[in-house]
């Protein structure tokens, strides 16, 4: 079955999927709208649409054909406001990336980490057809057809490697991964399988950063006070406590 998203004609969902349509199959979309895909109702509005690929001089020409502006590092500009940033993950799937990157056993940074997330999230993406309709008439608008997908548990595993990155000058971009990070722990498809799919070396900080803000007193004060600018729709943390708690108990080796 497809995913119908609903929107306005002219609007930024019917822009965003007819775009969708156009760009190479070899991207798999993540971030704001590939949440609105996994959690399969509304969610906070996004303006541009983000990316991951392997090797991106591959379809860098044909994306740069489309676009508008190619400023160079993956960043690309479409007529009516739209931009795409599309990340070019490492060559190895992340087993082996994990191997080369802690081959002294001394374990990884951050940033590793990060960089190993978005190649398992790029490696484990799933078809979907996506079809955004008239949000008054129900009417089709645009589709884009068998397009690779971040799964719920790659979401998660991108969003919870980026935040510890943000610079302390993007707060926004912070708040919106934590408000992300909490709809799809509760209203995506995400299990504890799926997470113990995740390499080991990912799983243990994912689950500890995911207790850390959402279920830990302090940072669930914090993550409360950063995610109330996203009222539509609203979370319940409690419910987002419960869900990690959950999810955490059955996904630790």
């Known amino acids: 079955m497809p995913v119908v998203l609903s929107g306005r004609r002219g609007g930024t969902t019917h822009r965003e999927v007819e775009l969708l349509a156009s760009l190479p199959a070899e991207l798999r979309l993540i971030g704001g709208l590939a949440v609105m895909c996994r959690v399969g109702m509304p969610h906070r509005a996004t303006v541009d649409l983000d990316a991951v690929t392997r090797d991106l001089g591959r379809v860098h020409g044909e994306i740069a054909g489309l676009a508008l502006t190619s400023a160079g590092g993956g960043q690309y500009g479409f007529a009516g406001g739209l931009d795409l940033d599309v990340i070019d993950v490492a060559p190895l799937p992340a087993a082996e990336l994990v ?11 951050d940033l590793e980490l990060n960089v190993v997330a978005h190649a398992w999230a790029h490696d484990h993406a799933t078809p979907l057809d996506i079809v955004a309709v008239d949000v008054d008439t129900g009417g089709r608008l645009a589709e884009a057809r068998d397009r690779m997908v971040a799964s719920c548990a790659g979401i998660v595993a991108m969003k919870a490697t980026t935040i510890p990155l943000r610079a302390s000058s993007r707060p926004e971009k912070r708040a919106s991964d934590l408000y992300d990070l909490a709809r799809v ?19 243990a900080p994912v689950l500890e950063r995911l207790q850390g803000w959402f279920v830990d007193d302090a940072g669930r004060d914090r993550t409360y006070r950063e995610v109330r600018r996203f009222d539509e729709p609203p979370i319940d943390l409690d419910d987002v406590s419960d869900a990690v708690e959950d999810l955490s108990a059955a996904a630790r080796p």
């Not at 191997?99 to 940074?109: C, I, P, Q």
């Open 185 to 203: 722990v509760v209203a995506g498809a995400l299990s504890s399988e799926d997470l113990r799919r995740l390499p080991d070396v990912l799983l």
């Open 99 to 109: 191997a080369v990157l802690d081959a002294d056993g001394s374990g990884l940074s």
